[in-house]
């Protein structure tokens, strides 16, 4: 029988938040639905095969496979069969030597099985970061040396390697908005630091300043007298909000330009369309909240008006915890990301539990943008399969999710 468990879900009403008197979202915030566990399993297909345990002569090479739930994610030990196989290999002839002469053998009684020795040590399974050395071993007949299944402890061991930090190639960032027309051209940057590259990663490809033509508008103003714009939009948030402000002026054909805490360039998340006196700010967060500045400009004079985002504290809320790919694949890079919504931004810490659910510290890994995304680059069902669980803490609460790898 199938044990019946339950999983969770959670979203938000914050696409837009209603305001000036919008009806509240319509539906259940939580989700919950069931799942199942302890159910029958099918094996993956078979890994590719090791390296031949001898160097010279006849030695044995293995391969491995998992056993999954129908959802080809989750693991069990509930598949007929064994996951590890083995055949024998042969890697040359070996010097030959006179062997001692033996007497036949008067009896029929099975013998029980015998470890061989163990293999050399593996390379480490990445060029780069943290990866894994294996060694392995086979239970055989000491008379005939077929393989045996009976050979008590494992068959295979492995130890965590760091090689070289791996490169980091750079990206260019977003494009900044184009800048003024002046002599019938106009242009707009970008910078190479989304990320900048690191450690004799490659630079960013392509130009850094963009330039193109321009129709240069001018507008006589006679008589008027220059005064701050007015800024419109709610100034108030939740994090994750949206929000939109407009910079207005009732004179035509002046240069409206958005900054934000006194920078020459706007934050990750808001931008200001082009040929527009527009703001607007996606999934507002402790790294773009706080004041703005709306500037005018005609031939002569500038002025501005400035307003300060403020956002509301409130406990961490995991909105989701998701590995990439969905199916793990041994020998595979895997990415677990856990998605979190607070203010203050919470601190993220990672447990572990091997499939008998053992609690460890995390096996070594990289950890990503404040601890909120988790790097594996060759996954190893014996070093990181099991229950990987996000915690996320701040001084208003606190939000866990567990993922099964």
């Known amino acids: 029988m199938c044990n019946t468990l339950t999983h969770n879900r959670s ?27 302890n159910c029958p399993g099918q094996w993956t297909a078979w890994n590719t095969w090791m390296d031949c345990s001898s160097t010279c002569g006849e030695g044995v090479q293995v391969r491995l496979r998992q056993c999954l739930l129908s959802d080809n994610i989750t693991k069990t030990n509930n598949c007929f069969g064994v996951s590890i196989e083995s055949e024998s290999c042969s890697s040359g002839p070996c010097p030959t030597t006179t062997p001692a002469p033996t007497t036949p053998s008067t009896t029929t009684t099975e013998a029980p099985g015998v470890w061989t020795e163990w293999t050399q040590w593996s390379e480490c399974s990445t060029h780069c970061g943290s990866g894994f050395r294996y060694i392995a071993r086979f239970c055989i007949d ?112 002046l240069t409206v330009t958005w900054f934000y805490q006194e920078r020459d360039s706007l934050p990750l998340g808001a931008h200001q369309p082009i040929g527009t006196n527009e703001l607007i700010i996606i999934g507002v967060n402790s790294k773009n909240y706080g004041n703005y500045t709306c500037t005018l400009s005609d031939s002569s004079k500038t002025v501005q008006s400035q307003v300060f985002i403020n956002l509301h504290e409130s406990a961490p809320v995991i909105l989701s915890l998701t590995k990439n790919p969905g199916t793990v694949v041994e020998g595979s890079p895997v990415k677990l990301r856990c998605d979190v919504l607070a203010f203050p931004d919470p601190v993220i810490r990672w447990g572990y539990k091997d499939r008998s659910g053992n609690a460890y510290v995390p096996p070594p890994v990289s950890y990503k943008d404040g601890g909120k995304e988790i790097d594996i680059d060759s996954f190893q069902s014996m070093l990181y399969g099991g229950t990987w669980t996000c915690n996320a803490i701040n001084k208003l609460g606190s939000d866990h999710r567990d993922i099964i790898v």
């Open 11 to 37: 979203r938000e009403c914050n696409n837009p938040v209603p305001s000036r008197g919008g009806a509240d979202c319509v539906g259940v915030r939580y989700e919950q639905s069931s799942c199942t566990d």
């Open 142 to 253: 000491p008379r005939t040396e077929i393989e045996k299944h009976d050979c008590p402890g494992l068959a295979v061991d492995s130890v965590s390697c760091e090689v070289n930090i791996c490169p980091v190639d750079g990206f260019w960032s977003e494009w900044n908005g184009w800048g003024p027309c002046h002599g019938g051209h106009q242009s707009r940057s970008r910078q190479c630091n989304n990320p900048s590259p690191l450690y004799n990663g490659t630079d960013c490809q392509g130009n850094k300043v963009d330039v193109t033509n321009c129709i240069e508008e001018k507008t006589i103003l006679t008589h008027v007298h220059l005064v701050p714009p007015e800024i419109f939009g709610a100034t108030e948030s939740n994090v994750g909000d949206n929000i939109t402000l407009l910079c207005l002026t009732s004179i035509p054909g």
